[in-house]
């Protein structure tokens, strides 16, 4: 058990999801937090995520209940288009999500951080426009030193730095040994809503290709997601945003539905998220006083719709496990990695579940849409992910403390 101001210091990189929440329980639990962030400012914009199942038990525990079901978007269809651009099948996207309407919820992505940095500003220390650029491990502390010429000492130091993490890529290498590329890279960007969606995703699949536009309520615009299938990760040349547009442009040019409207947006968009879809699998997710959270440990990727629903709860763990065993670095790591490994494995094999994503070629695009139309969405795989969703009893561990 921990008295509240343990006097212990922590060093948290990355204010997202995970870092803020991390840092929230940390304190909680008498810790003095600091959390570092490359950005100037907590980062906005981003595509709705979702948080689903228990991870709505840790934003009540948070508090946060009634500021995310005000944010919440409240999509109440979602319509399959084929590559004519006809309509394969129009659902409740809980239908294909396995999400409980009622109880989840989705948000912009950037309203969920800034509502956790609201929550953290002052319990926290905040350092924008700063990075870690050594870390040195001595076994009783960790010394730090930043980019801007700060240095530190932390009995612990957290990556909550994302999919990139390059916490990870101190204590642990290269990320080429981590990351799993699920065969996809995507673009996200925003635009006038001029479709008149209110409240509705729209998803064109055809072979090689997908394009998901997604309504944001009460907003005047709408955001967009292209996502081509691609064998190879993207060599850091093929990264470029110039380049990745040409690839898009060039690969979708024959396309109708709304897609000539989609490629004239993407060239003039100002606020474009690439990358691979890709996940985290690690076999550990600590070393001496350093762990990582939410992407840098376990990215499940937004084929999932997981990520932010596994980094909060993640955080949570991470936070209480950190609280029962404070001055035992490994003892605490082990904790989190025995309770909250089979939630995350199970989440991140969620892929596939559900209709095909991209299909590979004309038959089996054929082949789903032939069976989506005569038979609907079946309700098993809903069910099951449902189920996945839930499957972590959020421990007390105020109670134990
Ligand atoms: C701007 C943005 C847009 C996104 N859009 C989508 C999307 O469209 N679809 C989707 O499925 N997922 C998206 N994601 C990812 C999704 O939000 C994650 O699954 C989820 O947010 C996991 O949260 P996280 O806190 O673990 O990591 P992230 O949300 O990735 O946050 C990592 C944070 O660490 C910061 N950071 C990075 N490197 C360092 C460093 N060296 N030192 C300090 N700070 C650092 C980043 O600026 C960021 O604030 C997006 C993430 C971001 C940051």
Redesign the pocket.
């Known amino acids: 058990m921990v008295a509240p101001g343990n006097g212990l210091k922590v060093l948290v ?7 803020p929440t991390v840092g929230y329980w940390l304190t909680e639990y008498g810790f003095d937090v600091e959390i ?4 100037s400012e ?2 906005g ?3 709705p ?1 979702d948080l689903r199942g228990s991870a709505m038990d840790v934003a009540e525990r948070m508090g946060m209940s009634e500021a995310l079901r005000e944010a919440h978007l409240d999509i109440g269809k979602l319509t399959l288009f084929d590559g004519q651009g006809e309509t394969v099948l129009s659902v409740n996207p809980e239908q294909f999500s396995g999400g409980s309407r009622g109880h989840d919820v989705e948000v912009p ?1 950037g309203d969920l ?1 800034k509502l956790l940095y609201d929550r953290t500003r002052d319990r926290c220390t905040y350092y924008f426009n700063d ?2 650029i050594a870390l040195n491990d001595r076994g009783g502390e960790v010394e730090v030193e930043f980019a801007s010429g700060r240095r530190g000492c932390y009995a612990y130091v957290i990556g ?8 990870r890529q101190f204590i642990f290498g290269d990320e080429a040994a981590f990351i799993r590329h699920l065969g996809f890279f995507f673009v ?1 960007f925003t635009l006038p809503n001029d479709f008149g969606l209110d409240r509705e995703q729209q998803v064109f699949s055809t072979v090689g290709r997908m394009a998901g536009l997604s309504s944001v309520r009460g907003r005047e615009r709408i955001t967009a ?1 292209l996502t081509m299938a691609l064998d190879a990760m993207p060599t850091s040349d093929e990264r470029d945003p110039d380049v990745q547009r040409e690839r898009f442009r060039a690969l979708f040019s024959q396309d109708k539905w709304h897609i000539p409207r989609l490629l004239e947006a993407l060239d003039q968009a100002d606020d474009l ?1 690439l990358d691979t879809v890709s996940q985290i699998r690690m076999p550990s997710w600590s070393k001496g006083r350093i762990a990582l ?4 440990a376990y ?1 499940p ?2 084929v999932t719709g997981q ?2 629903s596994l ?1 909060l709860i993640g955080a949570y763990v991470l936070a209480g496990e950190l609280s029962r065993h404070a001055e035992d670095p490994q003892a605490a790591f082990a904790a989190y990695d025995a309770e909250y490994r089979p939630f995350a494995e199970a989440n991140q094999n969620l892929v596939g579940k559900g209709w095909q994503f991209i299909p590979a070629d004309v038959e089996s695009e054929r082949q789903r849409n032939e069976r989506l139309r005569s038979s609907g969405l079946p309700a098993a795989p809903a069910e099951q992910k449902r189920a996945i969703h839930n499957g972590i009893k959020i421990k007390d561990y105020h109670a134990d403390s």
């Not at 909550?160 to 916490?167: C, I, K, N, R």
């Open positions: 990189c990355g204010a997202s999801i995970a870092g570092v962030e490359r950005s907590v980062r914009g981003g595509y995520i992505r951080a990075h870690v909550a730095d994302g999919l990139h993490s390059a916490t996200g997601l998220y959270v939410g992407d840098a990215a990727s937004f990520g932010s980094a």
